[in-house]
């Protein structure tokens, strides 16, 4: 099992910056893939951005040259940086891990919020 525990997000204007934080209960380079989903109002959640445990990364594409994620394995800590917000970019975000032949976990959630 994993516990994942987020911060990092808040209330922050357009064109403004945050970083999101996932801390693990196990190593995340034990974790077969990490990642952020993000889930707005009346919204399907989505992926934003993952990293395996090797380090490949993978973006949605209206994240692209503005997110960045890494990982910090010896901190068993995933971060999201995100620059240059938009309003659309508001919603609940949702750290996920992978481990092989399991179903993902989730943490509890951090709101990002996008004024324009």
């Known amino acids: 099992q994993v516990q994942l525990v987020e911060s990092g997000g808040g209330l922050v204007q357009a064109g403004g910056s945050l970083r999101l934080s996932c801390t693990a209960s196990?190593?995340?380079?034990?974790?077969?893939?990490s990642g952020w989903y993000r889930q707005a109002p009346g919204k399907q959640r989505e992926l934003v951005a993952s990293i395996t445990s090797g380090g490949t990364t993978n973006y949605a594409d209206s994240v692209k040259g503005r997110f960045a994620i890494s990982k910090d394995n010896a901190k068993n800590t995933v971060y999201l940086q995100m620059n240059s917000l938009k309003p659309e970019d508001t919603a609940v975000y949702y750290c996920?891990?992978?481990?092989?032949?399991?179903?993902?976990?989730w943490g509890q959630g951090t709101q990002v919020t996008v004024s324009s």
């Open positions: 196990r190593s995340t380079g034990t974790i077969f893939v």
């Open positions: 996920s891990a992978q481990l092989l032949f399991s179903d993902p976990y």
